[in-house]
C-alpha cells in the first residue's frame, strides 16, 4: 500500500473513535429577549446564509466525517428536537449521525451537568469512543476545526490517557478588535516538558483587567475527553462546588491528572455569541463565519 494511502486509512480510523458532542442545553441568559422562545443554538446568523449556529455545527462536524454527534439538549430542547428531524427529513447523513442527548433539566446546575448527561446515552457513550466537546453557542471556522482534527490524529496515543485542551497566542490588539475590553476571555497557563505542552490552569477574567499582558493564551472552546476522565468528573459530582467544565479540569490537575495543550494557527477564527452585541458583530465580520 502506498504510503498517502496509509495516512489516509490511519485518518479514517482514527475518525471512527471520534464522537462530537454539541453541548446546547444552555438558557442563554444574556441574550433573554432572542432566548424567550428559541434556544441560542438556533439563532440564524446571517453570515452563515441565514442557518443556525447548531446547523453550522453539525455541517462542520459531517464534512470533518465525523462518526456521531451527539446534540446535549436542555432549555427549550423540544425545539432543538424538532429543528434536527426537519434535518434529518432532508438529509440522509444526518439521520444517520446525530443523536439527541437530553438532560432532563440537568442543565440547571451547570455546563458539567450537561456534559455529563452523555453517559446515560450507553450507545454514544461507550469506552472505544473519544468525545471531542463544542458548545453550541459559538461560531467556529471550519479551518479551525479540521486543524483540530489533525492534531489530534498526530498525537492520538496520547488522547487514550490524557484529554486535551487547545489554545492560540493572541496579542492584546487584534484580541481588543474582535472583543469588548470587558468580554471574559479564558487563558491558558502551560508549561513545556520536552516536546509537549502541558496545561497547569486556566483561569479566567475580563480584557480589560489584561491590559499589562503582551499576548495572551486563548483557550479555544473546544476539548478532547476519553473516557475514563468523563468518568473520573462524574464521581467528582456532588463532591466538589464546581458547575463549569473547566473548572474540574483544574481541580484534576490539582489532583495530578495531566492534561495537554496544543497550539493552533492564529488566524483561525471561532466566535462566541454571547451578548446583543455580539449577535451584531457576527453578521458583520464575515471571516469569523466562514467555511
Known amino acids: 500500500m502506498k504510503k498517502g494511502n496509509e495516512l489516509l486509512l490511519q485518518e479514517n480510523n482514527f475518525k471512527e473513535k471520534i464522537s462530537g458532542v454539541i453541548l446546547c442545553a444552555g438558557e442563554g441568559k444574556r441574550l433573554k429577549t432572542i432566548t424567550k ?15 443556525s449556529i447548531l446547523h453550522h455545527s453539525i455541517n462542520n462536524l459531517i464534512n ?13 430542547g423540544d425545539s432543538i428536537r424538532e429543528f434536527i428531524l426537519s434535518l434529518e427529513k432532508k438529509n440522509q447523513t444526518i439521520q444517520d449521525k446525530v443523536i439527541i442527548i437530553d438532560t432532563e433539566n440537568q442543565y440547571k446546575f451547570g455546563p458539567l451537568y450537561s456534559l455529563l448527561s452523555i453517559i446515560k446515552n450507553k450507545d454514544f457513550f461507550t469506552s472505544t469512543n473519544y468525545f471531542l466537546v463544542i458548545p453550541g453557542d459559538t461560531i467556529f471556522n471550519y479551518n479551525l476545526l ?45 508549561e513545556n516538558i520536552g516536546s509537549k505542552t502541558i ?21 479555544i472552546p473546544v ?35 495531566k492534561i495537554y495543550a496544543f ?9 462566541d455569541i454571547d451578548n446583543i452585541n455580539d449577535l451584531k458583530s457576527s453578521k458583520k465580520e464575515d471571516n469569523r463565519c466562514s467555511d
Open 263 to 271: 497550539k493552533i494557527k492564529s488566524q483561525h477564527q471561532f466566535y
Open 199 to 219: 496545561l497547569k490552569k486556566i483561569t479566567q477574567g475580563k480584557i480589560k483587567n489584561l491590559l499589562l499582558k503582551n499576548v495572551i493564551n486563548q483557550i
Open 37 to 51: 422562545n428559541t434556544p441560542k443554538s438556533l439563532i440564524k446568523i446571517e453570515r452563515l446564509e441565514n442557518i
Open 223 to 257: 476539548t478532547l475527553f476519553n473516557y475514563d476522565f468523563i468518568n473520573e468528573m462524574l464521581n467528582l459530582k456532588g463532591k466538589i462546588p464546581y458547575k463549569t467544565v473547566w473548572e474540574s479540569m483544574n481541580y484534576m490537575i490539582n489532583n495530578g491528572k
Open 146 to 190: 479540521k486543524e483540530v482534527l489533525s492534531i489530534i490524529s498526530n498525537n492520538f496515543d496520547l488522547i487514550q490517557m490524557h484529554p486535551f485542551v487547545f489554545y492560540r497566542i493572541i496579542g492584546l490588539k487584534p484580541i481588543k478588535e474582535l472583543y469588548s475590553i470587558n468580554r471574559i476571555i479564558s487563558n491558558a497557563e502551560i
Open 64 to 76: 470533518l466525517k465525523i462518526k456521531q454527534i451527539g446534540v446535549v439538549i436542555g432549555y427549550l
